[in-house]
Protein backbone atom coordinates (compact mmCIF):
# COMPACT_ATOMS: atom_id res chain seq x y z
CA UNK A 1 0.00 0.00 0.00
CA UNK A 2 1.42 3.48 -1.23
CA UNK A 3 1.19 6.89 0.51
CA UNK A 4 -1.60 7.76 -1.79
CA UNK A 5 -4.04 5.14 -1.09
CA UNK A 6 -3.44 5.41 2.80
CA UNK A 7 -3.96 9.33 2.88
CA UNK A 8 -7.43 8.22 0.79
CA UNK A 9 -8.59 5.07 3.08
CA UNK A 10 -7.39 7.28 6.45
CA UNK A 11 -9.60 10.21 5.26
CA UNK A 12 -12.42 8.34 4.70
CA UNK A 13 -11.49 5.88 7.76
CA UNK A 14 -12.13 8.90 10.02
CA UNK A 15 -15.31 9.77 8.03
CA UNK A 16 -16.90 6.82 8.78
CA UNK A 17 -15.49 7.20 12.42
CA UNK A 18 -17.31 10.37 13.07
CA UNK A 19 -20.58 8.91 11.44
CA UNK A 20 -20.53 6.45 13.85
CA UNK A 21 -20.38 9.07 16.55
CA UNK A 22 -22.95 11.29 15.48
CA UNK A 23 -25.00 8.51 14.84
CA UNK A 24 -24.64 7.25 17.93
CA UNK A 25 -25.02 10.54 20.03
CA UNK A 26 -27.92 11.82 18.04
CA UNK A 27 -29.54 9.04 16.67
CA UNK A 28 -29.21 6.93 13.30
CA UNK A 29 -32.78 8.04 11.47
CA UNK A 30 -31.96 11.98 11.21
CA UNK A 31 -28.62 11.61 11.36
CA UNK A 32 -27.98 9.26 8.58
CA UNK A 33 -30.68 11.21 6.24
CA UNK A 34 -28.82 14.25 6.95
CA UNK A 35 -25.77 12.33 5.41
CA UNK A 36 -27.22 11.17 3.01
CA UNK A 37 -28.80 14.53 1.59
CA UNK A 38 -25.53 16.22 2.19
CA UNK A 39 -24.01 13.54 -0.23
CA UNK A 40 -26.67 14.51 -2.90
CA UNK A 41 -25.85 18.11 -2.62
CA UNK A 42 -22.19 16.89 -2.89
CA UNK A 43 -22.96 14.89 -5.95
CA UNK A 44 -24.64 18.06 -7.79
CA UNK A 45 -21.72 20.28 -6.93
CA UNK A 46 -19.09 17.38 -8.39
CA UNK A 47 -21.34 17.01 -11.15
CA UNK A 48 -20.98 20.74 -12.33
CA UNK A 49 -17.19 21.44 -11.24
CA UNK A 50 -15.56 17.85 -11.19
CA UNK A 51 -17.52 15.98 -14.21
CA UNK A 52 -18.34 18.88 -16.14
CA UNK A 53 -15.70 21.65 -15.94
CA UNK A 54 -12.16 19.12 -14.71
CA UNK A 55 -11.54 21.08 -11.88
CA UNK A 56 -9.18 18.64 -10.18
CA UNK A 57 -7.47 15.33 -10.24
CA UNK A 58 -7.59 12.82 -7.35
CA UNK A 59 -4.35 10.17 -7.38
CA UNK A 60 -5.37 7.36 -4.75
CA UNK A 61 -3.52 4.66 -6.32
CA UNK A 62 -6.54 2.19 -5.69
CA UNK A 63 -7.75 0.98 -9.00
CA UNK A 64 -4.45 0.26 -11.31
CA UNK A 65 -6.70 0.09 -14.37
CA UNK A 66 -8.16 3.65 -14.72
CA UNK A 67 -6.99 7.14 -13.78
CA UNK A 68 -10.52 8.54 -14.93
CA UNK A 69 -12.14 5.79 -12.29
CA UNK A 70 -9.05 5.79 -9.80
CA UNK A 71 -9.57 10.18 -9.77
CA UNK A 72 -13.25 9.07 -9.04
CA UNK A 73 -12.55 6.80 -6.29
CA UNK A 74 -10.65 10.00 -4.88
CA UNK A 75 -13.42 12.31 -5.38
CA UNK A 76 -16.05 9.79 -3.47
CA UNK A 77 -13.20 9.50 -0.61
CA UNK A 78 -14.31 13.01 0.23
CA UNK A 79 -17.20 14.66 -1.17
CA UNK A 80 -19.52 11.42 -0.35
CA UNK A 81 -17.75 10.90 3.02
CA UNK A 82 -15.46 13.31 4.56
CA UNK A 83 -17.43 16.49 3.44
CA UNK A 84 -20.80 15.16 4.69
CA UNK A 85 -19.78 13.35 7.36
CA UNK A 86 -18.39 16.89 9.09
CA UNK A 87 -21.50 18.85 7.62
CA UNK A 88 -23.71 16.47 9.62
CA UNK A 89 -21.54 16.71 12.46
CA UNK A 90 -21.76 20.78 12.29
CA UNK A 91 -26.10 20.49 12.11
CA UNK A 92 -26.44 17.40 14.50
CA UNK A 93 -24.01 19.03 17.27
CA UNK A 94 -25.95 22.71 16.77
CA UNK A 95 -21.56 24.23 15.96
CA UNK A 96 -21.45 27.59 15.68
CA UNK A 97 -19.44 29.51 13.17
CA UNK A 98 -16.42 29.01 14.87
CA UNK A 99 -16.39 25.30 14.23
CA UNK A 100 -17.60 26.12 11.08
CA UNK A 101 -13.97 28.54 9.95
CA UNK A 102 -12.00 25.72 11.97
CA UNK A 103 -13.45 22.93 10.09
CA UNK A 104 -13.18 24.06 6.63
CA UNK A 105 -9.99 25.69 7.31
CA UNK A 106 -8.81 21.82 8.26
CA UNK A 107 -10.21 20.77 4.97
CA UNK A 108 -8.04 23.67 3.26
CA UNK A 109 -5.12 22.46 4.96
CA UNK A 110 -6.07 19.36 3.97
CA UNK A 111 -6.46 19.88 0.42
CA UNK A 112 -3.01 21.88 0.97
CA UNK A 113 -1.29 18.75 2.32
CA UNK A 114 -2.81 15.98 -0.15
CA UNK A 115 -1.39 19.16 -3.28
CA UNK A 116 2.00 19.04 -1.62
CA UNK A 117 2.35 15.28 -1.49
CA UNK A 118 1.35 14.65 -5.18
CA UNK A 119 -1.93 12.97 -4.24
CA UNK A 120 -4.03 15.44 -5.90
CA UNK A 121 -3.90 18.68 -8.52
CA UNK A 122 -5.80 21.43 -9.55
CA UNK A 123 -6.27 22.30 -13.15
CA UNK A 124 -8.12 25.75 -12.28
CA UNK A 125 -9.86 25.34 -8.88
CA UNK A 126 -8.06 26.90 -6.19
CA UNK A 127 -7.54 26.18 -2.30
CA UNK A 128 -9.86 29.77 -1.91
CA UNK A 129 -12.65 28.19 -3.89
CA UNK A 130 -12.96 25.40 -1.05
CA UNK A 131 -12.80 27.93 1.65
CA UNK A 132 -15.28 29.94 0.23
CA UNK A 133 -17.78 27.28 -0.85
CA UNK A 134 -17.71 25.21 2.97
CA UNK A 135 -19.59 27.33 4.94
CA UNK A 136 -22.75 27.88 2.36
CA UNK A 137 -22.51 23.76 2.26
CA UNK A 138 -22.45 23.77 6.48
CA UNK A 139 -25.14 26.15 6.69
CA UNK A 140 -27.03 24.42 4.26
CA UNK A 141 -26.64 21.17 5.93
CA UNK A 142 -27.61 23.48 8.94
CA UNK A 143 -30.60 25.06 7.42
CA UNK A 144 -31.77 20.90 6.51
CA UNK A 145 -30.78 19.37 9.86
CA UNK A 146 -34.41 21.84 11.19
CA UNK A 147 -36.08 20.90 7.72
CA UNK A 148 -36.16 17.09 8.48
CA UNK A 149 -36.39 17.05 12.16
CA UNK A 150 -40.53 18.26 10.97
CA UNK A 151 -42.79 16.32 8.66
CA UNK A 152 -41.85 17.06 5.22
CA UNK A 153 -44.76 18.16 2.60
CA UNK A 154 -44.85 19.27 -0.86
CA UNK A 155 -41.35 20.54 -2.96
CA UNK A 156 -39.37 20.34 0.23
CA UNK A 157 -40.15 16.48 0.93
CA UNK A 158 -39.82 15.90 -2.88
CA UNK A 159 -36.25 17.78 -3.29
CA UNK A 160 -35.37 16.31 0.14
CA UNK A 161 -35.83 12.40 -1.02
CA UNK A 162 -33.70 13.31 -4.50
CA UNK A 163 -30.84 14.40 -2.73
CA UNK A 164 -30.84 11.24 -0.34
CA UNK A 165 -31.86 8.82 -3.32
CA UNK A 166 -29.42 10.54 -5.76
CA UNK A 167 -26.47 9.22 -3.66
CA UNK A 168 -27.27 5.73 -4.19
CA UNK A 169 -28.57 5.72 -7.93
CA UNK A 170 -24.99 7.32 -8.42
CA UNK A 171 -22.74 4.89 -6.39
CA UNK A 172 -24.62 1.65 -7.51
CA UNK A 173 -23.99 3.15 -11.49
CA UNK A 174 -20.64 3.90 -11.06
CA UNK A 175 -19.03 1.63 -8.43
CA UNK A 176 -19.83 -1.36 -11.01
CA UNK A 177 -18.15 0.35 -14.16
CA UNK A 178 -14.90 1.04 -11.69
CA UNK A 179 -14.43 -2.31 -10.35
CA UNK A 180 -15.41 -4.28 -13.20
CA UNK A 181 -15.25 -1.98 -16.43
CA UNK A 182 -18.82 -3.31 -17.37
CA UNK A 183 -18.87 -0.29 -19.40
CA UNK A 184 -16.67 2.72 -20.15
CA UNK A 185 -16.95 6.11 -18.35
CA UNK A 186 -15.10 9.43 -19.55
CA UNK A 187 -15.07 12.94 -17.66
CA UNK A 188 -14.57 16.08 -20.52
CA UNK A 189 -17.58 16.21 -22.49
CA UNK A 190 -17.02 19.16 -24.59
CA UNK A 191 -13.33 18.29 -25.44
CA UNK A 192 -14.47 16.70 -29.09
Excluded at 66 to 77: C, P
Excluded at 99 to 122: N, Q
Excluded at 168 to 178: D, E, K, L, N, T
Aim: charged share 10%.
Amino acid sequence: MNINSLCYLGLGLLSIILLSYVCYKKGVRRSLLLFLAMVGIGYIIEAVIYNLLGSYQYYPKLIKHNAIYDSNLGAIASNALALPVTATFIAAFHKNWLWIVFITGSFAGIEWLFLKLDIYTHNWWEIEYTSLGLPFYYIFAKILHKKIRLPLKGMIHSFCLFLIIGPFAGSFHIFPIMFFSNRYYELGMFEN
